[in-house]
Nanobody
Framework: QVQLVESGGGLVQAGDSLRLSCAKS????????VGWFRQAPGKQREFVAA????????DYADSVKGRFTISRDNAKNMVYLQMNSLKPEDTAVYYC??????????????????WGQGTQVTVSS
């Protein structure tokens, strides 16, 4: 079993930066694609960013391209989401997610195998 725990959320102003972290525990993590999703009040959960298990491939939602960067540290079993130039519309609960073993980014985007509990990000105008 894989457990994911997010941290780093908070209240910031528009234009600020924030870095979310996701700590993984359980079985080995190095062969999972990893990613971030978010859910704003009254809206469906949406894809934000993902990275392949090797780190060689990334994918981003159009709304965050150029502002958000996903990274991972397999040695530490950590995944990060650096968020710059935050906007009020980025306000949401952010969820860390992982694919199954040897999962692809495309698979993760459709249906992650594992979810974290979420961390709130609020961006004031």
């Amino acid at each position: 079993q894989v457990q994911l725990v997010e941290s780093g959320g908070g209240l910031v102003q528009a234009g600020d930066s924030l870095r979310l972290s996701c700590a993984k525990s359980g079985r080995t993590f190095n062969d999972h694609a990893v990613g971030w999703f978010r859910q704003a009040p009254g809206k469906q959960r949406e894809f934000v960013a993902a990275m392949s298990w090797s780190g060689s491939s990334t994918d981003y939602a159009d709304s965050v391209k150029g502002r958000f960067t996903i990274s991972r540290d397999n040695a530490k079993n950590m995944v990060y989401l650096q968020m710059n130039s935050l906007k009020p519309e980025d306000t949401a609960v952010y969820y860390c997610a992982a694919s199954g073993s040897r999962g692809l980014v495309s698979t993760l985007k459709r249906k992650p195998a594992y979810w974290g509990q979420g961390t709130q990000v609020t961006v004031s105008s």
